[in-house]
């Protein structure tokens, strides 16, 4: 057997390079793994007693500068510790990671691979605070990858004293941000550091503007079933362990407007978000329930994890069966009283229309403007010449698929069995409505109403959709049409169903399409 068969190699060749280019980063991510660096190494300068930690008063300062035109480029400057001489090999290895993985650099792989997927060319320049000396390196990824180039020289030139930070220049851009995405990437690198920025610790530029975070604003309402009860804040503190060890604390809060975006949960490590920016909020649906649902609109907060694994990529954490603990006992703390801000979210509902709302029924007045006019013009004459349309006492047999729901109530001394039934009948009528009280000398007791809703008509299938709010709006306006009738007939109206048969064949016309 030859030695070579005895032992292999293990340590990483220059040729990962080239798999950095295929990570499946957002510019935002790739440019945070530099953004960390800048505040791991003021943190490490505190720690080593050469500066103070990080505050509103000394802050960090990071500028991002993105150039387009034919020769992209992206640069990332700070004034933070630099890297130091004891420290500078070790920080240019691949997968070597810091001494302190516990901070906001863990791998030992993020820069490295950030400037491979931005372009082909990377230079860092650093110094560091009484070394009196700049040093620089210059990566070359292409020929680096053919030659197989292991070794890189290092670059001094003399530099004062008092200064120190570091300066990014990644030119020959494989990934540039194009124009269009400038908003989007500010936007989510200011989500990422929100922590450091509206405690000002952080002065983070990109592109010449300084970015600023602003907290959503917390509900401030009585509980929803008591209106008229004290004003409450809905905001907790959150503090949990789990059996696995991870400990998270935080807070969670309902938002005063609801908005999809920006809602849901961040996640935070070391102070720094991972998973939770406004695009990809972190909303399990056995807290966030489907869909547009008006917790997933309102409810909002932040938890900081410790003990958890991160991605290397730093876009995710790597969860064992903790997350499922974490939702269970997340949403068991939500809804504990007297804060019960999962049903005070869920039941809600603020007594002024949000700017939200104001701006959907804008635009579904737009939508439905054109439907109206022709109902009016196209459906209405057919509509009056119908003759007027007696009670009905009974519905006809119960179609398939039908679903039931009987409520006994009592109603002015009276026994009523009120029947609720959604059926699919293929194009039937949207709503019917029976009542054995029209029956020719009906006695029956209780007295039964049965409410019929079709969701298998044109209009149903294109407004419902699939929803619960939706749908259940659409069912709470059909039993509102009912019961309307039922009032017009005990206060003596002789055609009241007449206005049902009418609804049911417009809604099969123009005001279905």
Known sequence: ?????????????????????????????????????????????????????????????????VEGGDEPQISIRDDAGGIPLERFSRAFEIGSPPPDPSGLSVYGIGMKSAAAWFGRNFEITTT????????????????????????????????????????????????????????????????????????EQVHLT????????????????????????????????????????????????IRKTGRAAGSGFSLYREGRVITGLDDDPWRPTAIFGYGNSYRSQRMFGELHLKNVKVAYSKNGFVWQASEEELIERLKEELDREPIALLKQAEGYRSREPEARQRSAARRALDSAA???????????????????TPPVGQLTALPAHVTVKRLEVTFRQARWAVIVEISEVPDGDWLELADTSALPNSSSDPREITLRMNINNDFMRRFAGGEINDMESLIRVGAAVALAIIVVREQGGRYADAVLLHANQLLKGSLAR
């Open 1 to 65: 057997m030859t030695s070579d068969a005895r032992r292999v190699p293990i340590r990483p060749r220059v040729g990962v390079f080239s798999v950095f280019e295929a990570v499946d980063y957002k510019a935002w991510f790739a440019l945070a793994e530099f953004v960390d660096n800048s505040i791991q190494s003021r943190l490490d300068q505190a720690t080593n007693g050469n500066a103070p930690q990080l505050t509103a008063a000394d802050p960090l300062h990071i500028d991002i500068g």
């Open 370 to 388: 054109d439907a109206i006019q022709d109902a009016v013009v196209q459906d209405l004459p057919a509509r009056l010449d119908e003759p007027p």
């Open 206 to 253: 990109y592109r010449g503007e300084l970015v600023t975070y602003d907290d959503p604003d917390v509900l401030e309402a009585p509980w929803f079933r008591d209106p008229d009860g004290p004003t409450l804040v809905w905001r907790k503190n959150i503090s949990l362990e789990l059996s696995s060890g991870e400990q998270v604390h935080g807070f969670a809060a």
């Open 128 to 199: 560091c605070k009484g070394e009196a000396v700049a040093r620089r390196v210059t990566y070359d990824f292409p020929t680096i990858i053919a030659s197989g180039i292991e070794e890189l020289d290092v670059i001094e030139f003399p530099a004062a004293p008092e200064t120190h930070g570091t300066t990014v220049l990644l030119t020959g851009l494989k990934h540039p941000i194009q124009s269009s995405t400038h908003t989007k990437v500010r936007d989510h690198l200011t989500s990422i550091y929100r922590n450091f920025i509206r405690t």
